[in-house]
């Protein structure tokens, strides 16, 4: 134990994060009757829609979709204002659902995670905190998202600005009032498009900051009637069984079967703007079957949209800079906005091109390019993520006399299933990477790997378990799976935060797994009929431990 230590928890499982994975882990641990504590750096839960507060943020999974499947109660109860929720209301949500089963007292918030060491001869992780408590347990639960380390670039001068700045992801509670003020973003993927239309319309002018083009399609958001939200909770089983049997967890889109190559141009057009009309990415990504894998028919879908921003930007000069040229849509996760290219129409937004005109420094006064300066009140940083391993990379994760997990995965994360690493025993992880994670409707993705991890538990439990941990030929079995997996669409060919690309140094390995959610899900399903298969399961003379009554 850590001598600043000043709390020693013993428990059964420890869950780190207190988003969605973080409270159904909680819930569904504690219907087995185990003792579980959460933990959460954040002054409140939420996870990442606790932490991105930024103008405009909502989701870009239909409200319906994007919730809890676990509890009929909750599905009919709960009423979703919009098609695609904004970050307040899915905050709203999750803590209704942390009262609704009382999980609060369970919950320990400010209490960030600074390390999380496994001892095999006792088959306990320790796990200490910043403020000096730590606690002890069989099992280590990863819950701590895919987005949840802000990248802050390192350019020179930040320090010297005399203005306020912020990040995305790290978003002031209490919001940021623009009116008035010469604001600069930099950054034009997801949270960018979606921030940039709001504070726009504050703002004395904005000054877009753009180094890549991103490929957007409509929302088309709405609020959801009363007569469209009784018709889905009527029938709310049988579209959440869809949505099982469908690549990215979502129901109301069944997968094509036609290539785009199948149709003819006048065809494609009217698909195209079908889709561009009823809005939301993967409605437009399911316009033909063959979008992700063949470069010719992914062209079709990019000029489309290409011609489309033409046609929104009045300045053909502007038009250009937005339009993607170094990747194929899809590829880079496709944004979903309101009004994003009509807002550089507006006589206060200036879009600069800094990959002809790299940003060198900030100044006390603002930005400085390779040929200008920027005089600015205000700088927002929409810059993303050390995306899917980098929140897990923040805390020390080692086994005793073993590895530390930064080091296994210093040429790339290696997991068997995305739930587990080799070599640390009992260490579980949520939509980590090598699972569907962020090319799914992460809830859906969420709930399959908490149910997977419970009835692991349970199988542990009946059959005297106390250790589970890859071995590792299954582990390089799946990694090589993966990669091939990856390597037969378009993915690998964007520079994306899938790939690392945004974090200089970071190993260029594809990291979700794209065969999609059913897929995956069937997969788990036959690994733990087959016993586990492709994990040591090791029983110890602790055995009874797991089989004992929990009462809190």
């Given at each position: 134990?850590?001598?600043?230590?000043?709390?020693?928890?013993?428990?059964?499982?420890?869950?780190?994060?207190?988003?969605?994975?973080?409270?159904?882990?909680?819930?569904?641990?504690?219907?087995?009757?185990?003792?579980?504590?959460?933990?959460?750096?954040?002054?409140?839960?939420?996870?990442?829609?606790?932490?991105?507060?930024?103008?405009?943020?909502?989701?870009?999974?239909?409200?319906?979709?994007?919730?809890?499947?676990?509890?009929?109660?909750?599905?009919?109860?709960?009423?979703?204002?919009?098609?695609?929720?904004?970050?307040?209301?899915?905050?709203r949500y999750i803590n209704h659902v942390?009262?609704?089963?009382?999980?609060?007292?369970?919950?320990?918030?400010?209490?960030?995670?600074?390390?999380?060491?496994?001892?095999?001869?006792?088959?306990?992780?320790?796990?200490?905190?910043?403020?000096?408590?730590?606690?002890?347990?069989?099992?280590?639960?990863?819950?701590?998202?895919?987005?949840?380390?802000?990248?802050?670039?390192?350019?020179?001068?930040?320090?010297?600005?005399?203005?306020?700045?912020?990040?995305?992801?790290?978003?002031?509670?209490?919001?940021?009032?623009?009116?008035?003020?010469?604001?600069?973003?930099?950054?034009?993927?997801?949270?960018?498009?979606?921030?940039?239309?709001?504070?726009?319309?504050?703002?004395?002018?904005?000054?877009?900051?753009?180094?890549?083009?991103?490929?957007?399609?409509?929302?088309?958001?709405?609020?959801?009637?009363?007569?469209?939200?009784?018709?889905?909770?009527?029938?709310?089983?049988?579209?959440?069984?869809?949505?099982?049997?469908?690549?990215?967890?979502?129901?109301?889109?069944?997968?094509?079967?036609?290539?785009?190559?199948?149709?003819?141009?006048?065809?494609?057009?009217?698909?195209?703007?079908?889709?561009?009309?009823?809005?939301?990415?993967?409605?437009?990504?399911?316009?033909?079957?063959?979008?992700?894998?063949?470069?010719?028919?992914?062209?079709?879908?990019?000029?489309?949209?290409?011609?489309?921003?033409?046609?929104?930007?009045?300045?053909?000069k502007v038009a250009e800079l937005l339009?993607?040229?170094?990747?194929?849509?899809?590829?880079?996760?496709?944004?979903?906005?309101?009004?994003?290219?009509?807002?550089?129409?507006?006589?206060?937004?200036?879009?600069?091109?800094?990959?002809?005109?790299?940003?060198?420094?900030?100044?006390?006064?603002?930005?400085?390019?390779?040929?200008?300066?920027?005089?600015?009140?205000?700088?927002?940083?929409?810059?993303?993520?050390?995306?899917?391993?980098?929140?897990?990379?923040?805390?020390?994760?080692?086994?005793?006399?073993?590895?530390?997990?930064?080091?296994?995965?210093?040429?790339?994360?290696?997991?068997?299933?995305?739930?587990?690493?080799?070599?640390?025993?009992?260490?579980?992880?949520?939509?980590?990477?090598?699972?569907?994670?962020?090319?799914?409707?992460?809830?859906?993705?969420?709930?399959?790997?908490?149910?997977?991890?419970?009835g692991c538990l349970q199988h542990m439990?009946?059959?005297?378990?106390?250790?589970?941990?890859?071995?590792?030929?299954?582990?390089?079995?799946?990694?090589?799976?993966?990669?091939?997996?990856?390597?037969?669409?378009?993915?690998?060919?964007?520079?994306?935060?899938?790939?690392?690309?945004?974090?200089?140094?970071?190993?260029?390995?594809?990291?979700?797994?794209?065969?999609?959610?059913?897929?995956?899900?069937?997969?788990?399903?036959?690994?733990?009929?087959?016993?586990?298969?492709?994990?040591?399961?090791?029983?110890?003379?602790?055995?009874?431990?797991?089989?004992?009554?929990?009462?809190?």
């Amino acid at each position: 134990m850590s001598a600043r230590s000043s709390e020693f928890h013993q428990l059964d499982a420890i869950v780190v994060g207190a988003g969605f994975a973080g409270l159904y882990s909680l819930h569904k641990l504690r219907q087995m009757g185990l003792s579980v504590r959460v933990l959460e750096a954040g002054s409140e839960i939420g996870g990442t829609w606790f932490w991105n507060r930024y103008p405009g943020a909502r989701c870009d999974v239909e409200s319906l979709e994007y919730s809890y499947s676990f509890s009929e109660e909750l599905q009919q109860e709960w009423v979703w204002p919009e098609r695609f929720a904004a970050q307040p209301d899915i905050l709203r949500y999750i803590n209704h659902v942390a009262d609704r089963f009382a999980l609060r007292p369970f919950i320990r918030t400010d209490t960030r995670v600074e390390s999380a060491v496994f001892d095999k001869a006792a088959g306990l992780w320790t796990v200490e905190t910043a403020r000096g408590e730590v606690f002890q347990a069989a099992f280590c639960i990863m819950a701590t998202g895919n987005l949840s380390l802000p990248r802050v670039p390192d350019l020179p001068g930040l320090e010297t600005f005399r203005g306020n700045w912020y990040h995305s992801g790290l978003w002031p509670k209490d919001g940021v009032d623009f009116s008035g003020r010469r604001v600069g973003i930099i950054g034009t993927g997801s949270s960018g498009i979606q921030m940039i239309p709001v504070i726009a319309a504050q703002a004395k002018h904005l000054h877009v900051f753009q180094r890549t083009a991103n490929f957007s399609v409509p929302a088309a958001n709405r609020p959801l009637t009363p007569e469209v939200e009784r018709r889905h909770k009527e029938r709310y089983a049988y579209w959440r069984d869809q949505a099982r049997q469908t690549p990215f967890g979502i129901s109301g889109h069944p997968p094509p079967t036609k290539s785009a190559l199948d149709a003819t141009p006048e065809e494609r057009d009217r698909d195209y703007e079908t889709k561009w009309a009823t809005g939301g990415n993967i409605s437009f990504l399911y316009a033909y079957s063959d979008l992700l894998v063949n470069a010719d028919s992914n062209d079709t879908a990019s000029e489309f949209v290409r011609a489309k921003i033409r046609s929104i930007v009045r300045d053909p000069k502007v038009a250009e800079l937005l339009q993607p040229r170094d990747h194929p849509i899809g590829t880079k996760r496709l944004c979903l906005d309101t009004s994003y290219f009509e807002t550089f129409n507006r006589d206060n937004v200036r879009l600069v091109d800094i990959k002809s005109d790299p940003i060198v420094a900030v100044t006390p006064r603002g930005l400085r390019t390779k040929t200008c300066e920027f005089e600015l009140d205000d700088i927002a940083f929409a810059t993303g993520f050390d995306a899917i391993t980098g929140a897990l990379f923040d805390i020390e994760i080692r086994v005793e006399g073993g590895p530390r997990l930064r080091d296994k995965w210093v040429n790339g994360p290696r997991t068997y299933l995305g739930l587990m690493t080799a070599g640390f025993p009992n260490l579980f992880i949520i939509t980590g990477p090598q699972s569907p994670s962020v090319k799914s409707n992460m809830v859906s993705s969420i709930e399959q790997h908490v149910d997977w991890i419970a009835g692991c538990l349970q199988h542990m439990r009946d059959h005297c378990i106390t250790q589970i941990a890859p071995d590792e030929a299954a582990e390089n079995e799946w990694v090589d799976h993966v990669g091939r997996v990856a390597n037969a669409t378009l993915y690998p060919r964007a520079n994306s935060w899938y790939v690392g690309a945004n974090i200089p140094g970071k190993p260029r390995v594809f990291t979700p797994y794209v065969a999609g959610l059913d897929k995956y899900r069937q997969i788990c399903d036959g690994v733990a009929a087959n016993g586990y298969r492709g994990f040591t399961l090791t029983k110890a003379p602790a055995e009874a431990r797991l089989n004992r009554s929990y009462s809190e």
